[in-house]
């Protein structure tokens, strides 16, 4: 009688510890297993359909139309060696625009992408190029934030 009852306690014993240490291994499991939240962005769509890019187009369009009409006026009386030299600075001038149009609107889609991810609670947003499968699409909500 003796022993079954210290066979008992033990079992006892034994299956507490045994419920014990399998409950942190539980928790642990369950943190790892968090499952990893990913938005996706078609820039192309984009940089072609929203408003503001529209807009940032027409501005940089009527900069170069202006860029062009004061060269165009200034090459009439110069040779042909100034001229190249105009042509050069009106690029120039002109790719130093666009780069400074584009790190603009680059930086609102950024804004815009970074403030619909926290309503979201998205962990990442990627390119929807470099992702095969899955993720949230966020074009459409970028686009019409973008006015």
Not at 42 to 62: G, H, P
Not at 127 to 145: A, F, H, P, Q, S
Request: include cysteine.
């Amino acid at each position: 009688m003796k022993k079954l009852f210290i066979i008992s306690i033990l079992l006892v014993v034994i299956t507490a510890l045994l419920v014990g240490c399998a409950q942190p291994v539980k928790d642990q499991a369950e943190k790892e297993e968090k499952v990893l939240r990913v938005g996706v962005i078609n820039q192309d769509r984009i940089w072609t359909e929203s408003a503001k890019a529209k807009e940032y187009q027409s501005e940089l369009n009527t900069k170069i139309e202006g860029i062009q009409d004061r060269y165009k006026d200034e090459l009439e009386n110069l040779s042909e060696e100034e001229q190249v030299k105009k042509h050069e600075e009106a690029y120039k001038e002109i790719n130093n625009i666009q780069t400074e149009l584009k790190e603009k609107f680059r930086q609102e889609i950024q804004s815009v992408v970074e403030e619909i991810a926290k309503t979201k609670n998205l962990d990442i947003v990627l390119n929807k190029e470099d992702v095969r499968y899955g993720g949230i699409d966020l074009t459409d909500e970028v686009i019409k934030k973008l006015k």
